[in-house]
Structures are given as structure tokens and as C-alpha cells.
């Protein structure tokens, strides 16, 4: 019997053609998606085209209004510098990095603004009135503070001092039952630029007794020049019934002496005592800096933030805040003071016993009785840090 080849395609062959298949389609993927892929490019030439038509529309306008000098033609915000002049009108875009601002002499030109012959515009824009440069503004990356605007989050706000704000003439301008002790001698300590203690008797006392079963949140921007706490809630009776706040080199502190912590940040407990937190961070005394402390009560979380950027977060024991003598029941107790600048207990060298104070320079402190959240804190701090730049 004659037999006859019969030829076709092996396994192997099989699997080597559908694994060749496959890495032809990878590549022709990652030609089509990704940033540098075909479609990412077709997308980025689409935005450019965009971006391009619409600043030449904004040009044109204001090419019209300065040939035609129409009002028709006016786009956009006219921005103000913050002076005494423009109080209440006084309206100025800060860029977050640089902190570079744009004022007198520039208009903003915000998303759905109306051209003329275009629409609606689906950027931000600045232009200078002047000149007729156009800067385009990448979302996020900017900020808008206006006369009309809120400096910060305002829910849950027990206590706000920003010297930008206060005026030492005035005391209604530093909130209800707020009183100063030792700046009578030395007004120029309280300026726009910073709210200045000597460390020797300049304090300020007020009341807190809001509702803190959520938790606190304090923002400190200033300068700490010794190891004193720059806020405390006490009596001079008991210093370990306390809640205390303090900055000093490597270490953001806080202390509610009563419980015990059981944190990774506790003190010694040799003393009888790990309520004393001691948060590592980034800081050497007499630098200006921004903190954010976070309590979070129903978590017994607390997060601390340099610069609106989380630096550590731990859990603590719940009967440090919630129990008997306890976080809670200190920042709620109705019979002592809050203070700004003194504290009572032992002096930075464990000597002492009695009032100290604590040489510090404040441009912004808050005490909020909630957590804020990672959004909150960095709205207040890109309009903290701009707001105190633009004078």
C-alpha cells in the first residue's frame, strides 16, 4: 500500500503563533493607549488645539475693547491688591508652589466664562491689561483669595487667630470672651506680618467649651523659639490635668497627662505618666513652619500634617480621650481657661514648678472640635500660607 504525507501545523507551532499574536497585539496596544500612544497623542494635539483657539478668542476680545473701548467687551474678574484702599474689593490669585501673585493690572478668567464669537471658555485664564499677556492656569494649582472669600473652613471653628485679622484696638476682632495679657506693654508685638510673645508675659486667655466628642483638629503657623507649650487648656491647681500643645525640635507634642496613651509615641512611664505624646517630625526651633494636629474620637486616631501632608498617624488607648479624666472631659470642663502662650507645670529643663511662658511668633492657629479632612486641611492651607503673603 502507497502512503501519502499528510502535512500540518504541530502543537508547538500552534502555541509559538498565538504567543507571537499575542505580543503584536501588546505592542499595538500600547501604540493605540497610554500618554505616548497613539490615541494619548491624538488627545494632548486635540487639548493644544483647544487651548490655542481659546487664548487667540481672549486676545481678540481684548484686542476690540482697547480699539472700540466697549464695555461690551470686558471679560472675566478685574483683580485688586490687598490694600487698606481696596478692603472691600480686593480680590488676587496666588500660585500654590511659587506663591507668585497677580493683582492690580490683571483680570481672571475663570471656566464658563463667555467670549465673544467663541463660548463658554473651558479653561482658567490671567490677563494683564496692560501688556495683553495671557497666562493659562492649571487647575489645582492655584489660588483665589477675595475680600468676599472665607480664609478657612469655618465648621466646627472654636478659636481663630491669624494676624492678618486681629487688631490689638479691637478685641471683638479676636472672638467672644478673648482677653490679652502683657501685649499692653509692647503693641508693635501685634502686627499683620505675625502676632509676636516675648516669653516672658505675653499670653492670651479665652474659654472652649464646645461639644469635642468627635475629636479636635489644630492648625499651628508660626514660629516656636523655646520648648514651652504655646497652647494649653489648665489650672494652676493640677498640671496633669491638662490638654497641651506643643513644638520643639524633631517633635510636635501633645499631652492629656490623666490616661495613659499606649501609643507608639508615648513618654517614659516611669514617671507614672505615657500621656505625654511626642510625634516625630521635621522641625527645628525657631523655624517658621505649618502643623496640623488631628484628633479623630470615634477611631482613636491621631494624624499630624506638616504642610497639609501627612507626616504619621497612630490608634491610642479610647480611655485617653473618652475616659474619666480623659481628653474629652478637659477640653469640655467649663471651670478653666484656654491659653495661648503660657502654660503651667515644669519649665523646658524639668525645673520649676508654676506659670511659664513660651516665646513664639503666630501668624495662624485654629482649634476646630472635629478632624478635619485631607481636603479641609489643604484648603486652609493654600489660603493660610497665600493670604499671608500677599501684603
Known amino acids: 500500500m502507497k502512503r501519502t504525507n499528510e502535512k500540518g501545523i504541530t502543537l508547538i507551532a500552534l502555541v509559538l503563533t498565538i504567543i507571537v499574536l499575542l505580543i503584536l497585539a501588546g505592542v499595538s496596544i500600547s501604540m493605540l493607549t497610554g500618554d505616548n500612544g497613539i490615541l494619548g497623542q491624538a488627545n494632548n494635539a486635540k487639548e493644544q488645539t483647544e487651548i490655542s483657539s481659546e487664548k487667540e478668542a481672549i486676545q481678540l476680545t481684548m484686542i476690540n475693547k482697547e480699539v472700540s473701548n466697549n464695555s461690551k467687551y470686558e471679560i472675566g474678574r478685574k483683580l485688586y491688591k490687598k490694600t487698606l484702599e481696596n ?29 465673544e464669537n467663541y463660548g463658554k471658555t473651558k479653561y482658567n485664564w490671567l490677563v494683564n491689561e496692560d501688556t495683553g499677556e495671557i497666562i493659562q492656569l492649571e487647575e489645582g494649582k492655584y489660588t483665589e483669595l477675595s475680600y468676599k472669600d472665607e480664609l478657612a473652613v469655618t465648621e466646627g471653628l472654636v478659636f481663630n487667630v491669624d494676624s492678618n485679622n486681629m487688631d490689638n484696638s479691637d478685641l471683638t476682632t479676636w472672638g467672644e470672651g478673648v482677653s490679652l495679657h502683657g501685649f499692653e506693654d509692647n503693641t508693635e508685638e501685634i502686627t499683620n506680618k505675625g502676632l509676636n510673645f516675648d516669653g516672658v508675659d505675653d499670653y492670651v486667655e479665652f474659654k472652649s467649651t464646645a461639644d469635642y466628642s468627635k475629636g479636635f483638629t489644630l492648625s499651628f503657623y508660626g514660629i516656636n523659639y523655646n520648648e514651652g507649650a504655646f497652647l494649653t487648656k489648665q489650672n494652676g491647681v493640677d498640671a496633669r490635668y491638662s490638654c497641651r500643645f506643643y513644638l520643639s525640635k524633631n517633635q510636635f507634642k501633645f499631652n492629656t497627662s490623666k490616661n495613659n496613651a499606649d501609643s507608639k509615641w508615648s513618654g517614659d512611664d516611669s514617671i507614672g505618666n505615657n500621656g505625654f505624646l511626642g510625634i516625630p517630625c521635621s522641625y527645628s526651633l525657631g523655624d517658621k513652619a505649618y502643623f496640623d494636629l488631628t484628633f479623630d474620637a470615634e477611631k482613636n486616631e491621631f494624624k499630624l500634617y506638616k504642610d497639609s501632608k501627612l507626616v504619621d498617624s497612630d490608634k491610642v488607648n479610647p480611655d485617653y480621650w473618652h475616659g474619666e479624666n480623659g481628653g474629652q472631659q478637659i477640653m469640655e470642663e467649663d471651670s478653666i481657661y484656654c491659653y495661648l502662650g503660657r502654660y503651667f507645670g515644669n519649665d523646658a529643663n524639668d525645673e520649676n514648678m508654676g506659670w511659664h511662658f513660651t516665646k ?14 485631607e481636603n479641609e486641611l489643604k484648603n486652609n492651607y493654600d489660603k493660610t500660607i497665600a493670604a499671608h503673603f500677599l501684603e
Open 360 to 373: 513664639i511668633t503666630i501668624y495662624s492657629l485654629r482649634l476646630y472640635n472635629r478632624p478635619l479632612n
Open 87 to 115: 478692603s472691600n474689593i480686593w480680590d488676587v490669585i496666588v500660585i500654590n508652589e511659587t506663591q507668585e501673585k497677580y493683582d492690580d493690572g490683571w483680570r481672571y478668567i475663570s471656566k464658563e466664562t463667555e467670549v
